[in-house]
């Protein structure tokens, strides 16, 4: 469907659910993966060596080996993370995953760092992302209330509204020979209405590519289209420094 080019708006819908893993020893700091340079040196105090993540008590301290900490035996304290009882102590992003190389526990396998829904290939994320099976069903099942989203963290989640999309073009001026030289890019957002409360909230949202794209003269977009109406269900990631409370990140939709 091609659009002549114009201002429309979009808002975006996601989810997650709650964490769940063991002590792991980070898989950044595989041994086949210490290049940070932050880590490549032997500042402060030497961290303790222990027989495995969990595990207590300490079997000896780390040695200065080629700049860096090394354990003779076992696995470093500071390279060990507990994704349920201390995410603070874990890295939010890991390595790649796929199907025949899945993420420890208390990571989810997503698309990638710019669109973090769930997925069979991609990147680990701490946390458990996973989108519930009734919020990727078509009905009214499991909604997301509006008013919810101000104090929502990361979660999945599904809503119902009309999709619009906010269109950018090439600051250029054009001519009679090339009436449509500006280039132009938009992306989604959803307005969601609560008749009941009378409440209304537009939320950004994120698809895996670019949502529209065109020229000044007309664009089209995927996978929705601006003006109709949708159920959308994905993940939902809170921001603090913007108008909207946070990005929908789309995993997928259906007619309502």
Known sequence: MTIPARTLFIAPVIAITSLAGACVE??????????????????????LCLDACGTSPAIGEAVCTDTAWTCRRGVRNDLCCDPVARPDTCETWTTSCSLSNPCPGGYTCVHSRTHPVPADDGVCR?????????????????LTPPALFASLGVSPVKVIGVVNVEMTCEDRRCNAADPCCQACAGAFMIEIVDETHAERITLPVRTESLACAGTNCGYSCSPLQPGRRYLIWGLFM??????????????????P
């Open 26 to 47: 980070h898989p950044d700091f595989l041994a086949s993966q210490k290049v940070r340079a932050w880590e490549n040196q032997c500042d402060g105090e030497a961290p």
């Open 238 to 255: 809170p921001q603090t420094s913007a108008i909207a409370p946070g990005t929908l990140y789309y995993s997928g939709h259906c007619d």
């Open 126 to 142: 701490l946390g458990d992302l996973t989108l519930p099976a009734a919020l990727t069903q078509c009905n009214s099942a499991g």
